[in-house]
């Protein structure tokens, strides 16, 4: 199965919610970016982040209050939306809101979630375990599928190469989509890293994954990412998204005419 549109497909957006007009300008901003760029776009961002580090990190506006601001987003600016959703329950609603649900790696094999996620109706992205070899996706595709979800996605965002380091083996590409799914990368998660400012070789590391055939790109962008309340250290400026993804839109056109 492959995305109804050839281009390459841009998710992008924080890593997760803020200051509600804050948000707005960001997701407007990616629009007029997404409309110059003449590619399709799913703004993605998180009503929580359950994954956290320490106990004092901030998680979100939560359930309700981000899911308004994301259906805000969605009908004011005519964007496409995309959130995570970590428990059975919160399908339904997630559902009633955004376009396209995601299941977060540390959660991939949770049989109770994926099918709440795949009775839903909507299309499920599912980012690659950091833990699992890429074969072993096909565990979550069959619990998606078995539960009615045909339209499954499968992201990429790196393995776990020893303690606090992310590597990104360029063959999972090619076997992700051997599952019959559509393949996109997170170019931002994979790049973190310990030893290395991870942020500057985020640009170096996409044109690989579009050389690699991917489907679709997936970014964290932030207007200060300095200041972002998560994900500080890898989310792209939002002023320089646009100069990182022009090279490789010409990439993408090159690898589909293969």
């Known amino acids: 199965m492959a995305l109804p549109d050839p281009r390459l497909l841009l998710v992008a957006g924080p890593c997760v919610l803020e200051e509600p007009d804050a948000m707005m300008r960001t997701a407007e901003r990616l629009v007029g970016l997404a409309d110059r760029l003449d590619v399709p776009l799913i703004f993605k961002s998180s009503f929580a982040k359950d994954n956290r580090s320490t106990a004092d990190a901030y998680e979100g506006p939560g359930l309700v209050d981000g899911l308004l601001l994301l259906d805000r987003i969605r009908r004011e600016l005519g964007v496409r939306t995309l959130t995570d959703i970590h428990t059975p329950d919160q399908a339904g609603a997630a559902a009633e809101v955004v376009d396209v649900l995601q299941i977060p790696a540390f959660l991939c094999m949770q049989t109770t979630l994926l099918a709440a996620a795949a009775r839903t109706g909507r299309p499920v992205n599912v980012k690659h375990g950091q833990s699992l070899a890429p074969e072993r996706m096909a565990g979550p595709v069959a619990k998606l599928r078995k539960h009615g979800c045909d339209d499954v996605w499968l992201t990429e965002r790196g393995v776990s190469f020893g303690y606090d380091e992310l590597v990104v083996d360029p063959r999972t590409f090619g076997v992700l989509r051997d599952l019959g799914c559509p393949v996109l990368f997170d170019v931002t998660h994979a790049i973190r ?52 993804i022009r090279p490789l839109l010409s990439i993408h056109a090159l690898v589909r005419d293969l």
């Not at 310990?194 to 991917?214: F, T």
């Not at 997936?218 to 890898?234: G, I, K, N, Q």
């Open 193 to 244: 890293s310990s030893r290395l400012d991870p942020r500057r070789h985020v640009a170096a590391v996409a044109r690989a994954g579009v050389a690699a055939g991917i489907d679709g790109l997936f970014v964290e962008t932030h207007p200060d990412p300095s200041s972002a309340r998560s994900d500080a250290a890898t989310q792209v400026p939002l002023d320089q998204l646009e100069a990182m």
